[in-house]
């Protein structure tokens, strides 16, 4: 397939987003913007300046800079304008549902209300289903760098909101924070009926993965890259239908792999694997689900059922209801019947 048809098949894709963190999405222009609003100053003098400061040699490198732009989030009005520009930007990418992650530690831990992060962030949710007919799932990450006690009073504070929340996550540094940390505010969670993802295997070693989904009891694991180095895994993976939520330009950026050539993507789908690819924090990796998929698909020579099957896969994967799968999964299979290739 050349790469015009390419391009061109995966932008009218009809898409699921299953890795976004809504604080990733951040594009310099906005944060610029909203800083001047709230009267902070940043340690760029430009746009351009801190696009250049977005290179990453790990994952630690990432997030003292991805912390460092959350700085600017004060109001409700400012994660209103954070989420409205990330639905509007995928809309035009042609996602039709997004299951996203918001970090309420990052915004409590500097005095923000856990209500002004998760009304500001909802309502242009609920606004993006009304006007670009957008559904969605929203899920509450602990941050794994801090302790298991400050992950229960942030559980605590998501209570009032349970029914806006779908879900429990677990994200932020992983070497050297085990799921194992969290087992007890996982099991908690379970109790208050939030369902529960962590990332696992990204830069961490299988094990983890395995401690998600025995101790925390996971339903999907984000990233999970690192599965394929145990086969044992593979097979229960593939046999309990655990969903991998990939984020290849991530993993790049990050150096989790040196080239997109290395993804393991092909692989998983070639084992079975019910792996999907997404876009993690967009705005610091240069590339919202098209950019994805599209790199991906022409760095691993991807053949239109491969494609299919990774937006198959994550409908499949959703946390949405057996008959919107059904519908959605029909019209992915009758958007890919129309291409003759």
């Not at 969290?182 to 962590?198: I, T």
Request: with cysteine; charged share 25%; proline share 3%.
């Amino acid at each position: 397939m050349d790469a015009s048809n390419l391009k061109t098949l995966i932008e009218g894709i009809p898409k699921a987003e299953l890795h976004l963190h809504i604080e990733g999405s951040f594009e310099p222009e906005l944060m610029f913007k909203i800083a001047k609003r709230n009267s902070i100053s940043l340690d760029y003098a430009s746009v351009e300046s801190l696009k250049k400061a977005y290179k990453f040699n790990n994952l630690q490198e990432f997030l003292d800079i991805y912390y460092l732009g959350a700085q600017v989030l004060i109001h409700e009005q400012d994660f209103f304008d954070l989420t409205w520009a990330y639905l509007t930007k995928v809309h035009s990418q042609n996602v039709v549902h997004a299951e996203i992650f918001f970090d309420p530690q990052t915004h409590t831990e500097r005095g923000i209300e856990f209500g002004t992060v998760i009304n500001g962030i909802y309502k242009a949710l609920e606004k993006g289903t009304e006007e670009l007919n957008i559904s969605f799932k929203l899920i509450m990450s602990y941050l794994r760098h801090l302790s298991e006690e400050e992950a229960f009073k942030t559980l605590e504070q998501s209570l009032p909101y349970k029914d806006w929340i779908a879900g429990v996550g677990l994200d932020s540094s992983e070497m050297g924070n085990p799921p194992s940390k969290f087992e007890k505010v996982f099991k908690a969670s379970a109790n208050h009926g939030y369902k529960l993802v962590a990332h696992a295997g990204e830069e961490g070693p299988s094990e983890y993965i395995r401690e998600a989904l025995d101790l925390l009891k996971v339903v999907r694991i984000d990233h999970g890259n690192r599965c394929l180095d145990d086969d044992e895994l593979v097979e229960r993976l593939i046999n309990e239908n655990i969903a991998l939520t990939l984020c290849p330009f991530s993993n790049l950026e990050l150096k989790v792999i040196q080239k997109m050539e290395d993804h393991p993507v092909a692989k998983m789908l070639d084992r079975g694997l019910l792996a999907t690819i997404h876009s993690d924090d967009p705005a610091y990796f240069e590339g919202y689900m098209n950019e994805n998929y599209y790199e991906t698909a022409k760095a691993l020579n991807l053949d239109k059922n491969q494609i299919m099957q990774l937006a198959i896969n994550a409908f499949e994967a959703s946390w949405l209801s057996t008959e919107a799968k059904e519908k959605h999964i029909a019209a992915v299979t009758e958007y890919f019947d129309t291409w003759d290739l």
